[in-house]
């Protein structure tokens, strides 16, 4: 298996480092490989790491949750859609690697058959048996897994810029009071 970062309408890979900010939608191609396709996505979990924080997007038993979609089953390339929480904002400087692992059901692209034993006809014996061909749909997991890196988030204000903006923010309440006490 094989995933990467794309665009869901083209299934192209992006190549070129992406900037990441809360709730910023990232796009997975998950492919599989020797012709065969992706019957289901079974799971996909984002975690921040070296931090507490993990979110599971894709869950094995409720599927997509509601900030997720998952298409193009059935094909070679399927997609998973995804939202970046704000809690992986919370501290870009310490904890930047997010790591994206998940598992699909990988299927043939076409119907196999194979040999299966079946009782013989005439006695009903199991000792005795005959081969027949049985279609047969098999399926597989794979796994995948892709780091992103959220790196510095240069929106978000830094602790120094903070502390100074309340600064000014509470001079000019202080300067607004003593000036309507004067007046």
Known sequence: MSVCECDVQSKQ????PKVYDQNTIVSLCVQSLQSAIITDIRSVTLELVGASIQVQSVSPVTGPNAITV???LGTEVATVSTRFISAFFEDTVSYSNVLVTGIATVGFS???RTL???PSIITKDITTQRRELEDEESEALGLFNLNLNLGENELAPDSSSMSTTLANIF???VALGISCILN
Not at 13 to 16: D, Q
């Open 116 to 118: 299966v034993r079946m």
């Open 70 to 72: 998952v298409g193009g």
């Open 13 to 16: 890979c992006i190549t070129s």
């Open 110 to 112: 076409e119907n196999r």
């Open 171 to 173: 001079m000019s309440i």
